[in-house]
RNA sequence: GGUGCCAUCGCCAAGUGGUAAGGCCGCAGCCUGCAAAGCUGCUAUCCCCAGUUCAAAUCUGGGUGGCACCUCCA
C-alpha cells in the first residue's frame, strides 16, 4: 500500500513499524458545536483509511481524539449558563450518532482531553527538566521552540526574521514569538484544573502528544504512531507543535507517516465558522440519506479540495442508486465469498494513498458488465454468487450499499405515504391487467406525485424515491 | 508580504513519459402497452508560450488564472 506523506511530500509504501500492525491517530473534534460537512470529510477519509489497511492484512489501531477542554467551549458554557459538562456531552453524542448515519466506523480509542491530563503533566514535566519548556513569573509554561533545532521542519516554513521587530512587545514572558503554550494558568473563576504548575489549563496542542503517548507510543520504536492524520490546516501550527513536543519530550518521533485531507468548500468558499456558511451535517442528513453523502464526499480524492454544491450530490446519488439496484436484483441470494479479479482491482487502486476514483469507475463497470449478463442470461448462477460477493466486498471496504435496498430507495417517506403509494400501485396493477392502459397512465401520475418513480418488472412494480 | 497546492469533455473526476478511465447531463437505438430501470452506441488531446525527448496531459522554464496556510478551524 502507497500513502501520500504530506511531510515528505510523496507517495511512500507504507511500511509499519511492527509487522502486521498499523496505528493511526487522528485530530479529532472540539466539541462545541455541531460537525459540519468538513468535519464528517476528515472522519470519512480516515474511516476509508482503516478499512483499506484491514483490507490489506493489518491489525489496526485507530485512536481519533474528543478535544474537551477548550475556551470555545467555555465561551458558549458560559454564555448558555450550562455546565461544561453539559456542553461537551451533548456535542460527543451528536457527533457520534452522526458519524453513525454516514457509515464511520468508531475508533478503537477515543482519548479525552478531561481524562488525559495526567499524561499531559508528565509530558510537560518531561520537557521543563529537559530545558525544552521554561515557566514564566506569571506561571504559564511555553515550550522552547528555539531549543528544538529541528522546529519547522514538518511545515516546512521559514522563521520570520522581521518577525520580532513588527510585533509589538506583548505582555506574555515567551522568550521567542514563536513559543507555544503548554499550561496555561487560569486566574479568574472559569474552568481550571490543579496541575503541578498551578492551576490552569492545558494548551491547544498538548492533548495530542500526550494521548499518543499515553494509548499508542510503544517505547522501542523510532515512532509514535505509523500515521498521523488531520485536517490540511491542521499542519501548522497544530502538528508542528505536536511533533516538536513529542520529538523533544520522548525518545521517539510523533509519526512516520503524515495525511492531511482537503478541505471541503461550499459554493468556492471556505466553509468556516467565522464566515458563518457552515454547512451542518444534521442538516444534510434531513435531506439526504447519510451514505449518499458518504459516497458524494468521498467521491473525491481526499487530499483535493471539495468543492460542495447539490447538483454533483444528486449525480453521486446516482451512482449509488446503481449499486443498490443491482442489490434488488439480486435480493435474497446468499453472499458468496468468492475471490474474484475485481476485488483484487479493487484493493489495488484503493492502496494507491486511496484512489477512489478509480475503484468507483471499477464498481460502475462491474456493475454494468453484472446487468447486461443478467439482462441476457438470467440464470447464470455463477455470475449472481461472484456478483454478490463483490457487493459485499464493496460494503466491507469502502461501506457502500450496506443498507436494505428496499428500504434505502425509501429515504425520507412517511408510513402514510409509502401506504398511499401502495395502494395506488395495487389499483394500477389491477388497471393493467385488464389492459385499460388510460386509467393506468392516470395512476401512474398520481403515484409519480408522491415524489416516486416507478418500474414494472417480472417480480412485480417496484417504486423508489425520486 | 512569506510558504505551498492546483488548472483534463457542459458539470464532477482518474490518469504523473508511450499515445486521454469512470459518472452526471445530452443524442440515437434495444427492451416496454407506454414509461421507468437496465443494456448498446456517440461526444475532449488535457489553461497559454517555449524547451527536453524517438515519444509529454504527464518532465523543465516562463506566463495567466484559481485556492490554501501563515490567527481558532477538519
Request: hydrophobic share 35%; glycine share 6%; aromatic share 10%.
Amino acid at each position: 500500500m502507497t500513502i501520500y506523506d504530506s511531510v515528505k511530500k510523496e507517495k511512500r509504501e507504507f511500511i509499519p513499524q511492527e509487522e502486521g500492525k498499523a496505528t493511526l491517530y487522528v485530530c479529532g473534534p472540539t466539541v462545541y458545536d455541531d460537525a459540519h460537512l468538513g468535519h464528517a470529510k476528515s472522519a470519512l477519509v480516515f474511516d476509508l483509511l482503516t478499512r483499506v489497511l484491514k483490507a490489506n492484512g493489518l491489525d489496526v489501531t485507530y485512536a481519533r481524539n474528543i478535544t474537551d477542554i477548550d475556551d470555545k467551549i467555555i465561551k458558549k458554557a458560559m454564555e448558555q449558563k450550562k455546565d461544561i459538562k453539559e456542553i461537551t456531552d451533548f456535542y460527543t453524542e451528536a457527533f457520534h450518532k452522526e458519524m453513525e448515519a454516514i457509515g464511520v466506523a468508531r475508533p478503537d480509542i477515543e482519548p479525552k482531553a478531561t481524562e488525559s491530563l495526567e499524561a499531559m503533566f508528565e509530558l510537560v514535566q518531561k520537557l521543563i527538566d529537559s530545558k525544552h519548556a521554561y515557566r514564566t513569573a506569571d506561571g504559564d509554561v511555553y515550550f522552547d521552540t528555539a531549543s528544538d533545532s529541528e522546529y519547522l521542519t514538518l511545515s516546512k516554513r521559514v522563521q520570520e526574521e522581521d518577525e520580532k521587530q513588527n510585533r509589538v512587545e506583548s505582555s506574555s514572558a515567551k522568550k521567542n514569538s514563536a513559543d507555544f503554550a503548554m499550561w496555561k494558568s487560569v486566574k479568574d473563576n472559569s474552568l481550571t484544573f490543579d496541575s503541578p504548575f498551578g492551576a490552569g489549563r492545558p494548551g491547544w496542542h498538548l492533548e495530542c502528544s500526550a494521548m499518543i503517548e499515553k494509548h499508542l507510543a510503544c517505547g522501542s520504536n523510532k515512532y509514535a504512531v505509523d500515521i498521523h492524520g488531520g485536517g490540511a490546516d491542521l499542519l501548522f501550527p497544530h502538528h508542528e507543535n505536536e511533533a516538536a513536543q513529542t520529538r523533544c519530550g520522548t525518545n521517539h518521533a510523533l509519526a512516520n507517516y503524515w495525511m492531511h485531507n482537503g478541505f471541503v468548500n461550499i459554493d468556492g468558499e471556505k466553509m468556516s465558522k467565522s464566515l458563518g456558511n457552515s454547512f451542518f451535517l444534521k442538516d444534510a442528513l434531513k435531506v439526504y440519506d447519510g451514505e449518499v453523502l458518504r459516497f458524494y464526499l468521498l467521491s473525491t480524492h481526499y487530499r483535493s479540495n471539495f468543492n460542495f454544491n447539490e447538483e454533483d450530490l444528486t449525480a453521486s446519488k446516482k451512482r449509488l442508486d446503481k449499486i443498490y439496484r443491482l442489490k434488488k436484483r439480486l435480493f435474497g441470494l446468499a453472499c458468496g465469498n468468492d475471490s474474484t479479479a475485481f476485488k483484487e482491482k479493487l484493493l489495488e487502486a484503493l492502496s494507491d494513498d486511496m484512489n477512489v476514483s478509480t475503484a468507483l469507475a471499477l464498481i460502475d463497470e462491474m456493475i454494468s458488465s453484472a446487468n447486461e449478463t443478467l439482462d441476457t442470461a438470467g440464470k447464470h448462477k455463477e455470475l449472481k454468487r461472484e456478483t454478490m460477493a463483490n457487493l459485499a466486498y464493496i460494503e466491507e471496504v469502502l461501506g457502500f450499499g450496506v443498507k436494505n435496498p428496499f428500504e434505502y430507495f425509501q429515504f425520507g417517506l412517511d408510513e402514510a405515504t409509502k401506504a398511499k403509494i401502495d395502494a395506488l400501485i395495487r389499483q394500477r396493477d389491477e388497471a393493467k391487467k385488464v389492459k385499460d392502459f388510460a386509467s393506468s397512465d392516470k395512476l401512474r401520475d398520481e403515484i409519480l406525485a408522491c415524489g416516486v418513480s416507478i418500474m414494472d418488472t417480472p417480480q412485480g412494480t417496484f417504486w423508489e424515491r425520486v
